[in-house]
């Protein structure tokens, strides 16, 4: 468990799996994911089942109260080269935009970059999420490039940017 | 296959088996072992099982020591233990043609996979253990750059007592900066 002001992450359990499908039908809050709706509970299971074979983990983001209100995962680790990318859903929509998120990601920073000991953290975003752009920058994040019609979305290939952030970034933020 | 001087090392695979087991019935080889080889010899079907247990193992990777002149194959070097989130792995080697002893390929091998892990895999911290007796070993851990870090008392039983081990250690910054 990582523990912050306003969330903590702590371990998926099966009991979460309904929340996780509710999320994932809702068409505005997926609207910047790579998956969206439709998402049925036994997929689901089966995404769980793998996720306890892999070291590539998933955290559910929770508020001081308990409740479950997204996740957010370390995906494709790469020990030798010391980087890893990672993605975050606030599935709860009415806790848009009041810092959970920022707080959430800021938690698994200092957890990749002090505990796994990375040296590179990346993560890509529809280029026209904007809200999501100026969280990441907020966390440390800088914008290095963009992929080219990397996803398709409602008959349309779009661009994601490309935003990550080096250990040097971060020792950066926390020199005090 | 990776390259050094005098030994090139290549990845080890089921058909080396023979190999194996030649080397671990040589009386010559097991003498200063200590514990992780403490039988009196081994069976064609027992080194099999070990192989393929040795293949199958995600955190070891082992080579086969080649003599760059002539290809002959001459030992066993690997990494096993291999942790990497903390990139760390623990060092095991066997030169197991006695005719080729002190001649410095144990040495040549050494160097070659130190630079494979620090350079390639990105590791931190090479460890071995090193049974107190094996003077000759303990040298030529030294001369690679390995440290003494400590002693695993009464590791093992040989001939009649306990014995001590050596614990040694070589970092990337220090095999960096030799």
């Known amino acids: 468990m990582l523990q912050g002001k306003l969330v903590r992450l ?13 999320w994932f039908n809702d068409s505005e809050t997926t609207q910047f994911l790579l998956r969206g709706p439709p998402m049925g509970l036994e997929e689901e299971e089966q995404w769980y089942a ?5 070291e590539e983990k998933v955290f559910c983001i929770e508020t001081s ?18 980087n890893a990318e990672i993605g975050v859903l606030i599935g709860e929509k009415e806790y848009w935009s009041r810092g959970f998120g920022t707080e959430a990601i800021a938690l698994l920073l200092r957890y990749m970059f002090e505990e796994l000991n990375l040296e590179r953290i990346s993560l890509y975003c529809d280029e026209t999420n904007l809200r999501a752009q100026r969280c990441y920058q907020k966390c440390g994040f800088r914008q290095e490039g963009k992929y080219r019609h990397h996803r398709f979305k409602g008959g349309v290939f779009t661009n994601d940017v490309v935003m990550s952030i080096l250990r040097e970034d971060w020792d950066g933020l926390n020199r005090t | ?58 955190q070891a990777t082992h080579f086969i020591i080649m003599k760059r002149e002539g290809g002959q194959p001459i030992g066993l070097i690997g990494l096993v233990s291999i942790d990497e989130r903390n990139a ?13 002893w002190d001649n410095g390929l144990g040495e040549d091998a050494i160097e070659v996979l130190l630079n494979h892990a620090f350079n390639a895999k990105n590791l931190h911290r090479i460890w071995l253990r090193v049974a107190e007796y094996n003077g000759r070993a303990i040298a030529c851990y030294r ?28 970092l990337d910054s220090e095999f960096r900066g030799r």
């Open chain 1, 65 to 82: 109260e308990g409740k479950l209100i997204g996740n957010i995962g370390i995906m494709h680790l790469q020990w030798t080269n010391r």
């Open chain 2, 88 to 100: 760390s792995a623990e060092l095991r080697i066997i030169v197991g043609e006695v005719s080729e």
């Open chain 1, 50 to 54: 793998d996720l306890l074979k892999h």
């Open chain 2, 1 to 58: 296959m990776i390259e050094g001087r005098q030994v090139g090392l290549r990845l080890m695979e089921s058909q080396d088996v023979w190999l194996l087991y030649r080397w671990f019935n040589d009386r010559r080889v097991l003498e200063d072992l200590g514990s992780g080889h403490g039988y009196f010899c081994v069976s064609m079907e027992e080194e099999k099982s070990a192989v393929e247990r040795m293949l199958q193992d995600r």
């Open chain 1, 10 to 22: 702590r371990y998926p359990e099966r009991g979460d799996l309904p929340t996780f499908v509710r």
């Open chain 2, 143 to 170: 001369k690679c750059g390995f440290k003494d870090e400590g002693r695993s008392r009464h590791d093992h039983y040989h001939k009649g007592a306990w014995r001590d081990a050596l614990l040694m250690s070589i």
